[in-house]
Structure formats: C-alpha cells, structure tokens
T-cell receptor
C-alpha cells in the first residue's frame, strides 16, 4: 500500500531557530500533500495544502511566512517552521492521497517539535 | 457554526463486546466521511470511507453507517480486542467549495478495550 515517510520523527530546537520537516511519498506520486498540526488531546488541524509546482494554500489563521511550504517534486513536500517559538511546539503530520486508492489518505508518522 | 463532534473523549468497552463510536456534524455537507485510527505519537491510519449515498459499509470486524439526514455516522467494532484500543477519528471530505480535496477531522474518541 501507499507509504508516506516523514522525517525527523522528533526534533528539539532553540527558540528563534528554524526547523525543516520532510514528507515523502515512497511509492506513489502526490501532486497534493497536506500539513496538519495536532496539540495534545486535540483534533488534527489542517495548516496548509501543498501543491506540486505552485504555491501552498494556507488555512485561515496560519502564517504563511512562518510556516514555509515547498513542494518541489511529485514525491516531496517540506514544511519549515521559521523563527520557532515555544508555542510552536506541537505534533506536525503530513498526508497525501494515492489516486485510485479509494479516497483514503495516507499519513506520515508525524514529527514532534519541541522548542526550548 | 460548523462543528464535528465525536461522542465522548474516552470510551471503555469490555473485551468481546461491540464498541460503537459516534460522529455528528453541523453545518457541513460532506460527500463522504472517513474513519481513521490513531495510536499515541503516530499518524492516523485510514480504516473506512463511506459516501453520502451509502447507508452502511463493512470491513472485517468494522462497520460504518452514514445518515445524512441526522448528520451522523456510527462506527462499530464487533468482538472487540485489547489491540483495538486507540483513538478513532472521523473526518469529513468532499466538502462544497473546499479546495484540493481537504478533509476536516473531529477530535477523536479514545477507545479502551478492557481485558
């Protein structure tokens, strides 16, 4: 079945630094990938939709200059959290959907970001 | 306002019984609804999809119903096992005016199957 690989699985960074998270579709091409953030005991909140070869579409309230998304190929999307602050600490998850796979989305294993 | 509500934050069920989880939504018109399983510290795993014109879908011990009049989906796990313990998320998709096929998640229900 479809596999989405997400790295790193966890990262600790200092406040003010930037962190890049990668999301790869391993055995299928994904023209669209989605980035979510999840706080403890909360729902997955969609942050942005990553479109290959074009600008990402951000959800209301998500700062596009803070959460930079690049989708340079059909198998790779990256999320960069710039000038991270402790309130950015969260669980970030990407997903993609393989066409013809019955509309189920495949999720990465998530990245636990802790900003100290 | 638009809401997706899953019946309870946590649900304890005795092993072997049927677990029933509820997903209600308000002010959405999804073309389909999905259920996912999420284990702690992991990404969700897709389980089932049911379309607006389908009443029921089954997959092994799982059964999902979808009532667009009530705006409700029920998710059943029969002959539940401790390994079924996880958080179960419902998600709405095929939303009118939604771009790029995005799906919207409920908060989830933490299911504990007691041995």
């Amino acid at each position: 079945g479809a596999v989405v690989s997400q790295h790193p699985s966890w990262v600790i960074c200092k406040s003010g630094t930037s962190v890049k998270i990668e999301c790869r579709s391993l055995d299928f091409q994904a023209t669209t990938m989605f980035w979510y953030r999840q706080f403890p005991k909360q729902s997955l909140m969609l942050m942005a939709t990553s479109n290959e070869g074009s600008k990402a579409t951000y959800e209301q309230g998500v700062e596009k200059d803070k959460f930079l998304i690049n989708h340079a190929s059909l198998t790779l999307s990256t999320l960069t959290v710039t000038s991270a602050h402790p309130e950015d600490s969260s669980f970030y998850i990407c997903s993609a959907r393989e066409r013809g796979a019955g509309y189920g989305y495949t999720f990465g294993s998530g990245t636990r970001l802790t900003v100290v | 306002s638009q809401k997706i509500e899953q019946n309870s934050e946590a649900l304890n069920i005795q092993e072997g019984k049927t677990a029933t989880l509820t997903c209600n939504y308000t002010n959405y018109s999804p073309a389909y609804l999905q259920w996912y399983r999420q284990d702690p510290g992991r990404g969700p795993v897709f389980l089932l999809l049911i379309r607006e014109n389908e009443k029921e879908k089954r997959k092994e011990r799982l059964k999902v119903t979808f009532d667009t009049t009530l705006k409700q989906s029920l998710f059943h796990i029969t002959a539940s096992q401790p390994a079924d313990s996880a958080t179960y998320l419902c998600a709405l998709g095929g939303l009118p005016a939604a771009r790029d096929d995005k799906i919207i998640f409920g908060k989830g229900t933490r299911l504990h199957i007691l041995p």
